[in-house]
């Protein structure tokens, strides 16, 4: 009788757990390598240690309270260091999301990726994805064989964010240390420390806290579902250069790209992306070889415009807000559509 009694209870905990199982937001995870898949020979050693190491169902087996509020499932599409991270790569990422997201038992997805490009990711999906459900970018500062590893509960609470119907709608999101970031204006700040992104001035979208996710602000730029830029049949994105200006910054980094076959420069200028004269003659002839110049600034917090006159006569374009890395990636993408500088000034001026 009692183990009659026993089964029947084992019965109904099955079929209670399955149907929790199914009623449970699906959420993909897609590994990409990175320091949240890192391993170090000693419990202390934080850095130069083999990021990308552990695959994706280590770190799934890691963090089993996930299962409490997502059915997860995890695929492993690299494992790389971040800084290895190609166009080629981002394209397999882009369109891996919008084919995953396209199925409607797909709640939404989360990227376990380097820090140290996270945020060029994180903003080419914002510009690529095609969808409304949440997209997730997550990574650590630690690897995971340190004490005190910050991936496990970054992992947790980008997986809660994935599956939390708030997130919908909201672009491409990037949590790390319970701060919940955009794609757009988050980036990196700080080499070593888990409190590294930031979305600067512009700030944060919302926090994690005590298990709850709270948002308290949206983008204004479009994004993901109302993005111009269609991937799908792109396989090679234009290539375009970053030039980081500096005190004596001469022409020749500039021919050098053009010699390289750039179709696009970002001149990462100094102040308000200010180019020197040198630098500026070298871009100006950039452009008459038909290469698109966009100016933004290596100064991390503020709009680039249009400023000087001349500059704008000749056709040098400006960023807005956004870094040199993410320009870089406007660009490619504005570069895929045409090459007309209005339009592509039009693009920097909307996203
Ligand atoms: C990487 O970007 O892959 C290495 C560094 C990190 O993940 O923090």
Redo the contacts with the bound molecule.
Sequence with gaps: MRLFIKTLLGAALSASLAVSAQTLPQIKILAT????A?TAASATQTTGYK??DLGIQVLIEAVPQMKEFADVSGEQIFK????NMTDEGLLKLAKRCNELLKDPKVSGIVITH????LEETAYFLNLTVKSKKPVVLV???RPATAISADGPMNLLNAVRVAADPQSVGKGVLITMNDVINNARDVTKTNTTNVATFRGGELGALGYIAGGKNYFYKESTRPHTYKSDFDIEKINKLPRVDIIYSHVNADRVLVDAAVAAGAKGIVAAGTGNGSISEREEAGLVDAMKKGVTVVRSARVQNGPTTASVARWQEEGILFSQALNPQKARMLLQLALTKTQDPKKIQEYFDKY
Aim: proline share 0%.
């Design positions: 390598g990175g320091t949240i890192g990021a990308g790389i260091s971040s800084n380097g820090t140290d490009t990574g650590a500062m």
